[in-house]
C-alpha cells in the first residue's frame, strides 16, 4: 500500500543494510591479526566469494562505484596476477574450508575480462577453491549489455553461473545520453534471448529512479520494455545525487534532475507496474517474479540480506577478494583497500590487502539480527529474540521501544502480543520505508550522516 503522506514524513537519510554494522563502521586503526585470527577460525559453513573486477570501459556519469576507467586490457592481466597471490594467501588461512556454493563477480565491469581472461580467474579460483554445483548453488555476475560476446556467455554458463544481473538502468535515449550509458533495446533483447537460450533461468535488471530527464512518461516506457522482456528480478535503485562526493556526477546537470515529489512519483510508478505484471515485492527495491528463489525464501522466512542484496545463501562466510572487496565471516569485517596502488603494495609485500575492519560485539549480533528480520520478514520475532540471546526486549532495548511508538501510532508496525508469542509486524504501509524502522534499531547511526534518503 503506497501512503504518500507516511512516505515524505519518513523520508530520511539512511543505510540500505546490507550489513550491520555499515562499512562507515570500519575501523583503519583495527589490529591486523585481530581480524587475520578471525578468518583462521575454522569455519565449517560453505563459502561464499566475491571477486571485484575495478575496469570499466566506459564512465557512466551516476556512478559512484569503485572503479578504474580504461581502455587498457593489459591492466587486468596484472590485476589477476595480483588477486593470484590473494587467492593464495587468503587460502592458507582459511584452514580446510574450501566448497564455495556462493560466487558472484561484481565491479567495476567483470565482463570488461577478456574471455582468455576470465578462463584464467577461473583457473585460479577452480585451484585453491570446490566450486560446488551439485545442490542449490547461486553462482552469479553482473554485465554491461554493451561488453559481453556469446563466449563469455558460455565461459560463465560452463563454470556453473546461474544468475545474471544487467544494468539497464533506464531505457530512453535521452536519458542514456545523460548518463553516458547508451545501450538499445535491441541490444539488450538479443542478450536477453541468448542468455535464455544458454538456459540462464535467473536474470535481473537494475533500473534507476531519479536520473536526468526522466519523466513519468518516458519511465513508463521504458518499464513497458522491462515488462516486455520478463527479467526475473528486477531491482529499482534511487540515484543520490552527491556530485561532492563523486567526481563523475559533476557531469549531470543538477537542474535536469527530477525533483523529490517526481521522484516518489517514479518510485510509486515503477512499483505499481511491477505488481500489476505480476511480480512480487522481496523489499526495499527488489521484485521478483513468483516463481523466483527469493520469493519461496520470503515466504518460509528463509530470506537473508548480504552486500550484494537480497540473498536465498547468507549463512555462508564472506571472503572478498580484489581491490575494496569485503569480508564477513566469524563476526567480523575485513575490507580491503580501495586504493589499488596500496591494494598492489601490499600483495607484492606478501601481505593481505586489508585497508580496514570491524569485529562484532554481542550486542552488534543481537542488532542484526533484529534488522534483518525486519528487512527481509516485515516481522520481528521478539519471543525468540529474547529466548536465543537471553534478554528482555523491552529492557534491554528501553530507548528503542519509545522510539517505536510514534511508528506504532501511525501504523507502520503493529505489536502482536499472545500468550505465547510477542512479536513486532510492519504494515503494508510501512513496507517503503522498513529502513526507518531498522534505524531505530541502529546503534552507529547518530554519528553517520553519509547516507542517501531512503527513497
Ligand atoms: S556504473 Fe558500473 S559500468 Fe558504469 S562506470 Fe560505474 S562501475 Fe562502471
Known amino acids: 500500500m503506497w501512503d504518500q503522506n507516511l512516505i515524505e514524513k519518513y523520508n530520511v537519510s539512511g543505510p540500505r543494510y546490507t550489513s550491520y554494522p555499515t562499512a562507515l ?3 583503519k586503526d583495527i589490529k591486523r591479526i585481530l581480524l587475520i585470527d578471525k578468518m583462521m577460525t575454522s569455519a565449517s559453513r560453505s563459502l561464499s566469494l566475491y571477486f571485484h573486477i575495478p575496469f570499466c570501459a566506459h564512465l557512466c556519469y551516476y556512478c559512484a562505484c569503485n572503479k578504474i576507467v580504461t ?14 597471490e590473494e587467492v593464495r594467501l587468503k587460502s592458507l588461512i582459511l584452514n580446510d ?20 581472461q576470465f578462463k584464467k580467474l577461473f583457473a585460479i579460483i577452480e585451484q585453491y577453491f570446490t566450486l560446488d554445483t551439485s545442490g542449490d548453488h547461486d553462482f552469479s555476475v553482473e554485465i554491461d549489455p554493451r561488453q559481453v560476446s556469446s563466449e563469455h556467455i558460455d565461459l560463465l554458463v560452463s563454470k556453473g553461473i546461474n544468475r545474471i544481473s544487467i544494468g539497464v538502468q533506464d531505457f530512453d535515449l535521452t536519458v542514456q545520453k545523460a548518463i553516458h ?3 538499445t533495446f535491441e541490444q539488450i533483447t538479443e542478450l536477453m534471448q541468448l542468455l535464455r537460450r544458454k538456459q540462464i533461468n535467473s536474470i535481473n535488471f537494475d533500473l534507476i529512479y531519479g536520473l536526468p530527464y526522466q519523466s513519468l512518461n518516458n ?4 518499464l513497458d520494455k522491462v515488462i516486455a522482456l520478463k527479467p526475473d528480478r528486477v531491482s529499482v535503485f534511487n540515484y543520490a545525487h552527491l556530485p561532492e562526493r563523486f567526481a563523475p ?37 527488489h521484485f521478483a517474479k513468483p516463481s523466483d528463489p527469493l520469493v519461496t525464501a520470503k515466504l518460509q522466512g528463509r530470506l537473508q540480506r548480504n552486500f550484494q542484496g537480497y540473498t536465498t545463501h547468507a549463512e555462508t562466510a564472506l571472503i572478498g577478494f580484489g581491490c575494496s572487496a569485503i569480508s564477513d565471516i566469524n563476526d567480523a569485517f575485513v575490507q580491503n583497500h580501495t586504493d589499488m596502488n596500496l591494494y598492489k603494495n601490499s600483495i607484492l609485500n606478501g601481505q593481505l590487502p586489508i585497508a580496514k575492519g570491524y569485529i562484532k560485539t554481542q550486542d552488534d549480533i543481537i542488532r542484526h539480527q533484529i534488522i534483518m528480520q525486519l528487512i527481509c520478514n516485515l516481522n520481528l520475532d521478539i519471543s525468540a529474540i529474547e529466548a536465543c540471546y537471553g534478554i528482555c526486549f523491552k529492557d534491554y532495548f528501553a530507548n528503542e521501544v519509545l522510539l517505536l511508538q510514534p511508528m506504532i501510532d501511525d501504523g507502520i508496525l503493529n505489536i502482536n502480543l499472545t500468550s505465547s508469542s510477542y512479536t513486532l509486524s510492519v504494515s503494508a504501509s510501512g513496507r517503503q520505508i522498513i529502513r526507518c524502522i531498522c534505524m531505530v534499531f541502529d546503534k552507529h547511526l547518530p554519528q553517520r550522516t553519509a547516507y542517501s534518503k531512503v527513497i
Request: net charge negative.
Open 181 to 183: 550509458r547508451v545501450q
Open 25 to 27: 563502521s570500519f575501523d
Open 97 to 116: 574450508t574450501n566448497r564455495v556454493t556462493q560466487l558472484h563477480f561484481g565491479g567495476g565491469t567483470p565482463t570488461f575480462l577478456t574471455v582468455n
Open 249 to 285: 556526477q559533476r557531469r549531470i546537470d543538477s537542474d535536469t534532475l527530477p525533483d523529490a515529489k517526481l521522484k516518489l512519483e517514479l518510485l510509486e510508478l515503477a512499483t505499481r507496474r511491477l505488481l500489476e505484471a505480476g511480480y512480487e515485492h522481496i523489499g526495499m527495491d
Open 71 to 84: 581502455k587498457q586490457q593489459s591492466k587486468a592481466d596484472e590485476y589477476l596476477e595480483l588477486l593470484e
Open 219 to 222: 519511465f513508463n516506457l521504458t
